[in-house]
């Protein structure tokens, strides 16, 4: 195959130092036999990395973004509206990109046969959305204002409520995976997943904000979670004259 | 432009089954298209047990080396080839990806790159996902550049070995034979 002498590639800037946890929080027991104790390799950004999956709306079903419709009954629980923008570093929106969501129903407690957590489940409940942005990076789910839930990390450990979100940006370099909590969650302070975010500013980044314009009379309280990826910087990738010897 | 700081990463937790595999994920390509193979594995935590509770995601050019994407200029793959794969570990630890041999893909200055898949780990306990490479013990390694900056003695672990339907591809997350993982 022919190789073009010049293109150009775009860079993905590193996060800032504190942006991530680290992969070995003692504090958050199953990281001790999951972190990689080998350092990590650079890998210089080419075209496997600086591109990615497009996926688009074949992946996504009628009630995909309405959790509360998925099934012939309505959930229990609070009904909440979500909704953000998914933006990279620069402000730019990242447009039709597919966001999936999963959470614990009103009692805190998954579709999932490992979860043990005796609060029942709900029949008119999944947990599970999906939606793609819009030309804004704007994404909205419809759901139930997931509940806390006990687990065995520590003594009287207990999940603050959260959301978890999966997005893909437009480049490998650029996939995560978070999670969104809730305002003024009273659990903050003893949950090491939440605290493994070692800045304090940047653990509030996963933090929704209750927006009254959102909030929808005698139907849904409304929070906005804007989630941030990558910034992308446009860099010569490949000069003409070929250097490698 | 605005600058905005990243939202940080958090683990997927032991659920993620309920919310991010498709019965499609592991498909990169449609079955029964001609030189597709299995790749499979078992994910392994640092006592050397399988991790019942991960995810692979693999990222991929086309047989021709081209990706499916605005940011490659060589234009685009066909509509069948999806390039994205994505399987949760079974109960023993194992995945699979039904995937085709990537090309050979454009490095820096006029070097190429043998061909390879990248690949994300995401599990319980992985507060954020790990990334290494596939490439493939019958294919020509010996020039690619990104294979030179890892140590001799650990290149071993990026490397998928033939098998009957395809190759296996082990991800060992701590320990002895620990995978090479890279910082982007």
């Keep these: ?245 | 432009m605005t600058e905005l700081l990243p939202t940080p990463s958090q683990t997927v937790g032991p659920y993620l089954s309920i919310g991010l595999p498709w019965p499609d994920g592991p498909h990169v390509v449609p079955e029964g298209t001609p030189g597709a193979f299995w790749i499979r594995g078992t994910v392994r935590d640092g006592n050397g047990d399988p991790i019942p509770d991960a995810m692979i995601e693999t990222w991929q050019a086309d047989p021709d080396g081209g990706f499916r994407h605005p940011d490659d200029p060589r234009g685009t793959a066909d509509g069948e080839f999806r390039g994205f794969g994505r399987c949760p570990t079974e109960a023993d630890g194992t995945y699979g990806i039904l995937t085709v041999l990537p090309g050979v893909v454009p490095g820096e200055g006029g070097a190429t790159q043998a061909p390879h898949i990248d690949v994300s780990v995401f599990a319980r306990g992985l507060l954020n996902r790990v990334v290494t490479r596939i490439y493939f013990e019958d294919q020509d390694n010996a020039a690619d550049p990104v294979l030179a900056t890892v140590p001799e003695e650990r290149r071993g672990t990026l490397i998928a070995a033939k098998t009957g339907d395809g190759y296996r591809f082990d991800i060992r997350l701590q320990g002895d034979g620990e995978t090479v993982f890279f910082r982007l």
């Design chain 1, 1 to 245: 195959m022919a190789t073009p002498t010049e293109f150009r590639l775009p860079r993905y800037g590193e996060d800032p130092e504190g942006t991530h946890p680290p992969l070995d929080s003692s504090g958050y027991r199953s990281t001790a036999l999951r972190h990689p104790k080998q350092d990590l390799v650079l890998l210089p950004q080419m075209l496997t990395e600086v591109t990615g999956p497009l996926l688009g709306p074949g992946r996504l079903g009628e009630h995909d973004n309405d959790l509360t419709r998925q099934h012939a009954g309505e959930p229990q629980g609070q009904r909440i509206i979500v909704t953000g923008r998914l933006l990279d570093g620069d402000g730019r929106p990242v447009r039709d990109s597919l966001v999936e969501i999963w959470q614990a129903n009103a009692g805190g407690r998954y579709r999932h046969t490992g979860d043990r957590w005796p609060s029942p489940l709900d029949p008119n409940f999944d947990g599970v959305g999906r939606t793609l942005t819009d030309s804004d990076g704007r994404y909205t789910f419809t759901t139930i204002k997931p509940g806390a839930y006990p687990w065995k990390n520590h003594d009287n450990a207990w999940r603050p409520a959260h959301i978890h979100f999966s997005v893909f940006g437009s480049a490998f370099t650029q996939r995560l995976v978070t999670q969104m909590y809730f305002p003024d969650d009273p659990l903050f302070s003893q949950d090491p997943i939440f605290n493994s975010i070692p800045d304090e500013k940047a653990r509030q980044r996963m933090v929704s904000r209750y927006d009254h314009d959102i909030t929808q009379a005698e139907w849904a309280l409304g929070f906005q979670f804007d989630i941030v990826l990558r910034g992308r910087d446009a860099s010569v990738f490949e000069e003409e004259e070929d250097d490698d010897e």
